[in-house]
């Protein structure tokens, strides 16, 4: 089946510190992977995206590239900011087949940065 | 502004109640979803609509129906409220051509309460 696996939260960190958040996945065929973020309150947001192997999606410092080969799509920033507090979800979609379109959501990683 | 909207956006309902949670989108897209929000779940797909005129079931439909008035609006359905359904629903709406990369826009959601 299809699924996505995402480290468990919460992250704290402070600000100006090094992000990692892990999220791997496992498909039946050649996926789509993308991050999202949710701001309190809010609905969800794509961060970035890459749609094939090796492809590095990018947006506001972060940063993730997606390994067939260990099937994951970390996502990554250098430095963060207290803005950068919200709930991170990795998701992928399958781009032929029945659920031509659907996303598939991990279970979210709530991420608090203090000043 | 264009996007998707999501009434109400705060709800309580009784034990056995029926309500209707609407959703409309106005990027001309072809494909709507109804998702829940958990704590520690993540998104689950509830319902989902391809095209217009057609509806299927995603990872969790016991207790809910869905209607795909027109092109703009999916609507969810709760006949018998349970408690179980305390939650936070988003809409979402996606475009079916590649150039698009099938992105997803979101509702801000709708938060139910079953008491």
């Known amino acids: 089946g299809n699924s996505v696996t995402q480290m468990e939260g919460p992250v704290t960190l402070s600000e100006e510190a090094f992000l990692t958040i892990n999220c791997t996945y496992t498909a039946t065929g050649y996926p789509s992977l993308f991050w999202y973020v949710q701001y309190p309150g809010e609905g969800l947001q794509l961060l970035l995206k890459a749609t094939k192997a090796d492809d590095k999606g990018s947006n506001k410092g972060f940063e993730a590239t997606y390994r067939k080969e260990t099937t994951s799509f970390h996502l990554e920033k250098g430095s963060v900011q207290v803005s950068d507090s919200a709930v991170y979800f990795c998701?992928?979609?399958?781009?032929?087949?029945?659920?031509?379109?659907?996303?598939?959501f991990g279970r979210g990683t709530q991420l608090t940065v203090w000043p | 502004n264009a996007g998707v909207t999501q009434t109400p956006k705060f709800q309580v309902l009784k034990t056995g109640q029926s309500m209707t949670l609407q959703c409309a989108q106005d990027?001309?897209?072809?494909?709507m979803y109804w998702y829940r929000q958990d704590p520690g779940m993540g998104l689950r797909l509830i319902y989902y609509s391809a095209s217009e005129g057609t509806t299927d079931k995603g990872e969790v439909p016991n207790g809910y129906n869905v209607s795909r008035l027109n092109k703009r609006e999916f609507s969810l359905r709760l006949e018998s409220a349970a408690p179980s359904q305390t939650s936070v629903y988003f809409c979402a709406s996606s475009g079916k051509d590649r150039a698009s990369n099938y992105g997803y826009t979101f509702g801000s959601g709708t938060r139910l309460t079953v008491v």
């Open positions: 998701a992928l979609r399958l781009d032929r087949g029945s659920t031509l379109g659907r996303l598939y």
């Open positions: 990027m001309n897209h072809n494909s």
